[in-house]
Nanobody, 121 residues
Framework: QAQLVESGGGLVQPGGSLRLSCVAP???????????MGWYRQVPGKERELVAS???????NYADSVKGRFTISRNNSRKTVWLQMSNLKPDDTATYYC????????????WGQGTQVTVSS
């Protein structure tokens, strides 16, 4: 079983919203809570990009392409990270993944299966 399991993707019209969830079912609280967590996305033929991150203290950062539209949050006791996506655009279409990353911004765990988001009318 993967360390991190993503869900919540789907097909949505432009301007719509989705909420993605990332759960760490195998981690204990003391391992999850100090992790720097991120949501990434990837489209075929392109590199995976970090779109939102949240540190252990819940400070957040966003890629310019999603700033003002996406919100990342976490609940350490539930070992869960969310990505609330609003005003979705066709360019947001991608497979979305979550992972923890280290101080060098390198992913800490194997990638899960991700969750597909398709924005189309």
């Amino acid at each position: 079983q993967a360390q991190l399991v993503e869900s919540g993707g789907g097909l949505v019209q432009p301007g719509g919203s989705l909420r993605l969830s990332c759960v760490a079912p195998r981690m204990i609280f003391s391992v999850f809570s100090p992790l720097h967590m991120g949501w990434y996305r990837q489209v075929p033929g392109k590199e995976r990009e970090l779109v939102a991150s949240i540190n252990p203290g819940s400070a957040t950062n966003y890629a310019d392409s999603v700033k003002g539209r996406f919100t990342i949050s976490r609940n350490n006791s539930r070992k869960t990270v969310w990505l609330q996506m609003s005003n979705l655009k066709p360019d947001d279409t991608a497979t979305y993944y979550c992972n923890a990353f280290d101080t060098a911004k390198q992913p800490r765990y194997n990638w899960g299966q991700g969750t597909q988001v398709t924005v189309s009318s």
